[in-house]
């Protein structure tokens, strides 16, 4: 009997040292510089990258980047982050990236929430990065082009009726979409206004708002107290709105006037306030589950399976969220993961339908298939 236990004893503990390894083994760490440190789409992010990277078999953990986008200052908060296990970064801020890959040269970038301006254009300050293999593209925080997103706005300005308007944009140095889109915006008005029977007035030039609210003497200046609409290239949600609200409170501006802009919150007493007759009437946004692309990115490269029809580096359209209608906000409430508390099981990928999309997984995974999944998210994909 004895003879028997010590036998027993010695195969378990060689399968103890046999599966150990296998237990504790990792594929290393993948960060995020992000562009965010708060806020329901920030939560949703972490948790969403956090829950890819487990079943990947990976740590995920966050870098918060220089809140003026300075690359000494995004280097340094990665330096700080940085460990030897670390083997690939979505990063959401482009400054600093050549600081970045320059310090370690080992490791992984993919963009992601960004435009990357800075990397893509030709003359940018960071456009030596597109020489760099360690770069592997930038999918952006819906529409890439300013121009397009511009366009899109016109549109719903025409459609709703409004003669009477006004723009908003964050600086050019942070984000210069946002002044090629106002161009935009007011291009295609003016080609409307052409034929039109009632033109559409835009008053004054946007207004620039340094990452700060609305001034208090917005609606004081001239034409301003008669807007019909406010067209916010920025988070208007976080920016606008509250001034918007107060200004009305006060009768500094028409009681009926409304809001289209970008960004999401779900504070419930603002999401009470969306919809065809309420203060905001429109939000664009990134189709949240468009997470899924570059940590696939990532993935392949590090695991040595990039996917066999990779074009090489480019950048595209997230997934898009126009929610333009009391349903569609309706739904974003009660049917998306974004809702009053994060809710990841209601996002319209779980690790199952996502999983054959990475080469780790599945070596027949294709480029092209993964990006056609990841720009194919919309509001109404929550209302089926």
């Given at each position: 009997?004895?003879?028997?236990?010590?036998?027993?004893?010695?195969?378990?503990?060689?399968?103890?040292?046999?599966?150990?390894?296998?237990?504790?083994?990792?594929?290393?760490?993948?960060?995020?510089?992000?562009?965010?440190?708060?806020?329901?789409?920030?939560?949703?992010?972490?948790?969403?990258?956090?829950?890819?990277?487990e079943?990947?078999?990976?740590?995920?953990?966050?870098?918060?980047?220089?809140?003026?986008n300075?690359?000494?200052?995004?280097l340094?908060?990665?330096?700080?982050?940085?460990?030897?296990?670390?083997k690939?970064?979505?990063?959401?801020?482009?400054?600093?990236?050549?600081?970045?890959?320059?310090?370690?040269?080992?490791?992984?970038?993919?963009?992601?929430?960004?435009?990357?301006?800075?990397?893509?254009?030709?003359?940018?300050?960071?456009?030596?990065?597109?020489?760099?293999?360690?770069?592997?593209?930038?999918?952006?925080?819906?529409?890439?082009?300013?121009?397009?997103?511009?366009?899109?706005?016109?549109?719903?300005?025409?459609?709703?009726?409004?003669?009477?308007?006004?723009?908003?944009?964050?600086?050019?140095?942070?984000?210069?979409?946002?002044?090629?889109?106002?161009?935009?915006?007011?291009?295609?008005?003016?080609?409307?206004?052409?034929?039109?029977?009632?033109?559409?007035?835009?008053?004054?030039?946007?207004?620039?708002?340094?990452?700060?609210?609305?001034?208090?003497?917005?609606?004081?200046?001239?034409?301003?107290d008669?807007?019909?609409?406010?067209?916010?290239?920025?988070?208007?949600?976080?920016?606008?709105?509250?001034?918007?609200?107060?200004?009305?409170?006060?009768?500094?501006?028409?009681?009926?006037?409304?809001?289209?802009?970008g960004?999401?919150?779900?504070?419930?007493?603002?999401?009470?306030?969306?919809?065809?007759?309420?203060?905001?009437?429109?939000?664009?946004?990134q189709?949240?589950e468009?997470?899924?692309?570059?940590?696939?990115?990532?993935?392949?490269a590090?695991?040595?399976?990039?996917?066999?029809?990779?074009?090489?580096?480019?950048?595209?359209?997230?997934s898009?969220?126009?929610?333009?209608?009391?349903e569609?906000?309706?739904?974003?409430?009660?049917?998306?993961?974004?809702?009053?508390?994060?809710?990841?099981?209601?996002?319209?990928?779980?690790?199952?339908?996502?999983?054959?999309?990475?080469?780790?997984?599945?070596?027949?995974?294709?480029?092209?298939?993964?990006?056609?999944?990841?720009?194919?998210?919309?509001?109404?994909?929550?209302?089926?």
């Amino acid at each position: 009997m004895k003879k028997l236990i010590a036998l027993l004893l010695t195969i378990a503990l060689l399968m103890g040292l046999a599966i150990a390894p296998a237990s504790a083994e990792s594929k290393g760490k993948i960060l995020w510089l992000s562009n965010l440190n708060s806020g329901i789409q920030y939560e949703f992010y972490v948790a969403y990258w956090k829950m890819i990277a487990e079943n990947l078999g990976y740590t995920f953990d966050v870098v918060y980047g220089d809140m003026s986008n300075d690359p000494a200052g995004n280097l340094k908060q990665v330096k700080n982050a940085y460990t030897s296990d670390v083997k690939g970064i979505i990063i959401s801020m482009d400054g600093g990236v050549v600081n970045i890959m320059d310090e370690y040269p080992d490791l992984w970038v993919v963009g992601f929430f960004s435009d990357m301006d800075s990397v893509f254009e030709e003359n940018g300050p960071s456009h030596d990065v597109m020489n760099r293999e360690k770069f592997l593209g930038n999918m952006g925080d819906n529409y890439i082009s300013g121009k397009a997103l511009g366009e899109a706005y016109a549109q719903e300005v025409i459609a709703r009726g409004y003669k009477k308007v006004a723009t908003c944009i964050f600086p050019v140095f942070a984000y210069p979409k946002h002044t090629v889109a106002d161009a935009s915006f007011r291009a295609a008005i003016a080609a409307y206004n052409e034929t039109a029977a009632e033109p559409i007035e835009i008053v004054g030039d946007a207004e620039v708002l340094a990452f700060q609210p609305l001034s208090d003497s917005y609606f004081l200046e001239q034409g301003r107290d008669e807007l019909e609409c406010i067209i916010g290239f920025c988070a208007g949600t976080t920016f606008i709105y509250p001034k918007m609200v107060e200004a009305k409170a006060m009768g500094f501006c028409r009681e009926d006037l409304q809001l289209i802009t970008g960004g999401f919150d779900n504070d419930p007493d603002l999401l009470a306030d969306c919809g065809d007759d309420k203060n905001i009437v429109s939000l664009t946004i990134q189709g949240v589950e468009s997470a899924i692309w570059p940590i696939a990115m990532l993935d392949a490269a590090i695991s040595g399976a990039m996917y066999k029809d990779y074009p090489g580096k480019e950048r595209m359209d997230s997934s898009i969220y126009i929610i333009n209608s009391s349903e569609k906000f309706r739904t974003m409430i009660e049917k998306s993961p974004l809702g009053p508390t994060l809710d990841l099981s209601k996002a319209q990928a779980q690790w199952d339908d996502m999983k054959n999309y990475f080469t780790s997984v599945n070596p027949d995974a294709s480029y092209a298939d993964l990006t056609k999944y990841c720009q194919s998210f919309t509001v109404e994909g929550y209302m089926k």
